[in-house]
């Protein structure tokens, strides 16, 4: 009976394993890909509808051809880059193949029919501001508090002095019986779009929508002149502190703090000519300003640079730093092609004091090749290697894993296994137990591993390299990527589209030499396709300033040899373009006591080279060696230290 019971459960949660990896966000649809159009292009096409428009920084804005409005109020902001459009009065919202249709000339009955079927799915569908009046139903304006009421909340939440009148300019809420802040995220037309919360025991602030919000937090100091600049923080905190201050009129905080900065947001901020950018001078914050700047276009964007003079808003105001100082020591991020040397001074200055900063981010699980590496760095190019079987794809997992749980925003392109195979040995890896004697727990590893910022990519059959790279341009603009992994080459490069070309590159060789063989002209084509591949990638890590790593199967595959950077299959463009070569090398397939190790073979950066040991726990999925007393305290007590491990993890990624 209760084993009946059990297996009942078991396969319950099983189906809800598969199922939660299935839901949308982990993945990044294939119908979403770059514009490819030019402004002008863009331009034109509302133009012959005798559309008005306008160009701004981040989205072309015209009338909107969906809304039935003959008084042209409606503004319609089209995004420059991916072509996702947003209309601030029917609230319609999608990617640029659906505008496309309604900015189309031809016009039938059939047509018209289609476009209102297509004016549904567009429209927004959640109702936010019933959703906030939810939220907030048993909840507390701040405007009715009382000062002393007031004040104990401050104290309680440990914020930063803000006055109460400056407070209530926020629109917040407070619920007792929860302790929780309400704070509304507002969009276009000041609506309301979503919410930030503030708890007094978890430390982040929690963000609802989890993604593809379109609003922000907005304060605007009273009886200011609007002057179109605003300083951009990425917490409340900050926010506040800078309000303490009154250091700044126009604030906005943004609403996944650093971790995204998603496009639908960008027609909200269309309307400042200048946005001060003010992060921290940690490792994140580094990478962030440059990330966030491209995206909200350089042009109107200054930085605050990040020195231990100029820490985040709120560790400034702490140390009673003179905060309107340091912005108006902001720094442009756009340079005009000549770059004075002051500028170039500060520069290397900056990246002298902060060379931690600038040597990447570092693995929590592999201290060794934090030596020989220094770090996980922007846009540069790895490739990894390694006698079939030895394990490539699962290093790759938890070494990529290891990454996104510091926040690296990671995007998988797995050719060689399925999804939901690949994000279950990830979550193995990251709760440190096997999941299927630990079912119990799955909801609360599984929602753990939910806020880990990682995207799988899913191809349906064969796709062209042009449609993969378009792709993964667009993921990596929406999604903020920062780290592509593509797993592995050689699947990419397919079989079904190539052997046409090999057809016809075959023919073309043998025209002109008889003696070649098909098998030689066949590997040729795959070396000269591989080529191609590499070289794209490489390009892309170079313009997205984002970490490329990509399997490539070695080319011979004799157990008693070792693998070198020559033996990565194709020609030796992979290597050359490498900016890190990474071989396992497995002795363990070819003696019994063989052990397997990492070998740093190629290291652009610093040119370390050197090999890390890797000792496998099957129970974990796992290359990371953890302290031997350790593991013994967790045998003696298997459920208490279990539990303890998932709710580090839970706190890590929370
Ligand atoms: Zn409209």
Redesign the pocket.
């Known amino acids: 009976m209760f084993s009946k019971l059990f297996l009942r459960i078991c396969i319950l949660k099983r189906k809800q394993h598969i199922s939660y990896i299935d839901k949308q966000y982990f993945h990044v649809n294939i119908k979403e890909s770059m514009l490819n159009l030019p402004v002008s292009r863009l331009k034109q096409f509302f133009k012959q509808q005798c559309l008005n428009v306008v160009e701004g920084y981040t989205c072309i804005i015209a009338d ?4 039935d ?1 003959k008084m042209k109020e ?1 503004k ?1 902001y089209i995004n420059k880059t991916t072509g996702f459009f947003m ?6 919202m999608g990617s640029w193949d659906i505008l496309e249709k309604f900015l189309s000339t031809q016009k039938s009955s059939e047509r018209y029919k289609e476009l209102n079927v297509l004016k549904d799915t567009c429209h927004l569908k959640e109702n936010f501001v019933q959703i906030w009046k939810g939220v907030i139903k048993n909840s507390q304006s701040i405007v009715d508090m009382s000062l002393e009421e007031y004040e104990i909340l401050l104290n309680n939440f440990s914020l930063p002095y803000v006055t109460q009148e400056d407070m209530s300019h926020l629109n917040c809420f407070y619920e007792k019986s929860a302790n929780v802040l309400y704070f509304p995220l507002v969009g276009l037309n000041n609506s309301i779009v979503g919410y930030k919360s503030l708890t007094t025991h978890l430390k982040e602030e929690q963000t609802f929508p989890t993604f593809g919000v379109s609003g922000c937090i907005k304060y605007k100091q009273s009886h200011s002149k609007s002057d179109n600049v605003a300083v951009v923080v990425g917490t409340i905190e900050d926010l506040l502190a800078l309000i303490s201050k009154k250091s700044t009129h126009t604030i906005i905080c943004l609403p996944y703090n650093l971790r995204n900065l998603p496009q639908q947001l960008l027609p909200y901020m269309e309307s400042f000519k200048k946005l001060i950018l003010w992060f921290g001078n940690d490792e994140t914050s580094w990478y962030t300003v440059k990330q966030f700047a491209k995206k909200f276009n350089e042009r109107r964007c200054y930085f605050v640079r990040p020195t231990d003079l100029q820490p985040r808003p709120t560790l400034a105001a702490k140390m009673n730093y003179d905060l309107k100082a340091i912005l108006r020591n902001a720094q442009p991020v756009w340079h005009e092609s000549i770059i004075t040397f002051q500028e170039l001074k500060e520069e290397i200055l900056s990246d002298l004091l902060n060379i931690d900063k600038v040597q990447g981010v570092k693995w929590k699980r592999y201290p060794v090749l934090n030596q020989i590496l220094k770090g996980h760095r922007r846009g540069e190019f790895t490739v990894l290697t390694g006698p079939t079987g030895c394990g490539k794809t699962t290093f790759m997992s938890e070494y990529s894993l290891d990454l996104a749980m510091q926040g690296v925003n990671t995007l998988w392109g797995s050719f060689e296994i399925r999804n939901v195979r690949l994000a279950k040995t990830m979550l193995q890896q990251m709760v440190g137990v096997p999941l299927d004697e630990n079912l119990e727990n799955f909801d609360l590893y599984a929602t753990a591993f939910e806020k880990l910022p990682i995207y799988f990519m899913t191809f349906h059959g064969q796709q062209t390299i042009k449609v993969v790279m378009d792709v993964i341009e667009h993921a990596t603009y929406v999604h903020d990527i920062a780290h592509v992994i593509i797993d592995n080459v050689q699947f990419m490069m397919g079989t079904t589209d190539s052997s046409k070309h090999v057809d016809r590159y075959y023919k073309i060789v043998v025209a002109r030499n008889n003696f070649t063989s098909f098998e030689t002209v066949l590997l040729c084509f795959r070396f000269w396709k591989q080529d191609d591949i590499v070289a794209k990638f490489r390009n892309f890590a170079t313009k997205y300033n984002c970490h490329v790593s990509m399997i490539i199967h070695p080319r011979k595959e004799r157990s008693d040899e070792e693998l070198t950077t020559s033996s990565i299959f194709g020609s030796a463009k992979a290597s050359q373009e490498a900016d890190n070569v990474l071989i396992i090398q497995d002795k363990s397939l070819s003696s019994l006591r063989g052990k397997k190790y990492l070998q740093v073979a190629k290291n652009r950066y610093s040119g370390d080279l050197g090999v890390m040991l890797l000792e496998f726990d099957k129970s974990k999925l796992s290359y990371t060696s953890r302290l031997k007393g350790k593991q013994k305290s967790g045998e003696k007590d298997k459920s208490s230290s279990k539990k303890q491990r998932a709710e580090q993890t839970d706190e890590k990624t929370v």
């Not at 909107?64 to 809304?67: E, G, K, R, V």
């Not at 209309?87 to 319609?92: A, E």
Request: net charge positive.
């Open positions: 909107c051809p969906i809304c409005n409606s319609l209309c601030n009065k029917c609230k319609s």
